[in-house]
C-alpha cells in the first residue's frame, strides 16, 4: 500500500523534479544539487542539464535498499557492519553523512548540521536525501542499508519526491530497544570515545523526545503496511545479529 502511495505521490511531482525514474548507475544520474536560499531561507534542489541516459535498449536494475530504523544506541550501526560483512551490503548511514557533511571544509551547512544533532532534531531532508542519493552514486554498488532514516514525515516525503522511483524497496529493519537500554548504550558509547557532541544526557532526551513523537510514527506507518521486520534489540550483539541473520536468509540474500 505504501508502495502505491509513493508512486502515486511521485508521479505527481516527477515533472517537477525532472526526475529520469531509472536506476542509480552512476553515469546515469541527473545531478540533485543542493543550495540554500538565504531570501527565503529554504533549501532548494536544483537539476543539472547533466546529458539525456540512453534507457531505450538497457535495462538498469535498481539498487536494492533496507531502512534501518530503532532508538538512538540501538544498534543499527553495530548490525549493520555485520550485514555488510555477511550479506554484501553498503551501509550508508544518514548520522555519519550529516556528521562529515558538517566537517567538511566550505560546507555551506555545517552549523546548521551541528544545531540540529546537538539539539537531536531533524536536519531538512533536502540536506540528508541528496547526501544519501550522491553516497549511493559514488558508491557504485547496488544494496544499500539506509540507517537512521526516514526519522520523520518531512523525510519521508522528501524521499518519495527524490529516491523512490530510482530504487527498489525491500523492507524496514527495525532495532526494537527500550529507553533505558538505549540510554546506557549511548552514554557508554560516549564514555568510550565516539567523539560524537550528541552523547550526552541533555541531548539524550531530547533525541529520545524526537524519536518517540517523529520516528515512531513513521515506523507505525511501515508497519501498518506490512513491510516492518521487528527484532529484539536488547540482548548482546551476538544474538541479536543470529535473528537478523535468519531476515535476510529468508528475504533471499
Ligand atoms: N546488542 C548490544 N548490546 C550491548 N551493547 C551494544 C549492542 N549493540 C550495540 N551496542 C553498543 O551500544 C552503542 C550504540 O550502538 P550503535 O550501533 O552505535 O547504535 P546506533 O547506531 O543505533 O546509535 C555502541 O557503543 C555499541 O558498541
Ligand atoms: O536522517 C537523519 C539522521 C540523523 N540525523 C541527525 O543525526 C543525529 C544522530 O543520528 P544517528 O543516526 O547517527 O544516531 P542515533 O541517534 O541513531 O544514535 C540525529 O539525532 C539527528 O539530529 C538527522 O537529522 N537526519
Redo the contacts with the bound molecule.
Sequence with gaps: MWRALARTTLRAVANDCGSPGVGLAPSALTQHQLRHSKASNRFITTTSTAPPHNIGIMSVEKPKIVFVLGG??AG?GTQCSRIVDRFQFTHL????L?REERSREGSEFGNLIED??RN????PVEV?CSLLENAMKASGKSRFLI?????NQD?LDGWNRQMSEKVDFQFVLFFDCGEDVCVKR?LGRGQSGSGRT?DNLDSLKK?IS?YNNDSLPIIKFFEGAGQVKRIDASPDAEEVFGEVEKIFVASGF
Design positions: 538512538p544506541g543499527k548511514s544518514a548520522g555519519d550529516l540540529y544533532i537531536g532534531k531533524i536536519v540528508t540507517d537512521g532514516f526516514p526519522r523525510n549511548c550528541d533525541r524526537t
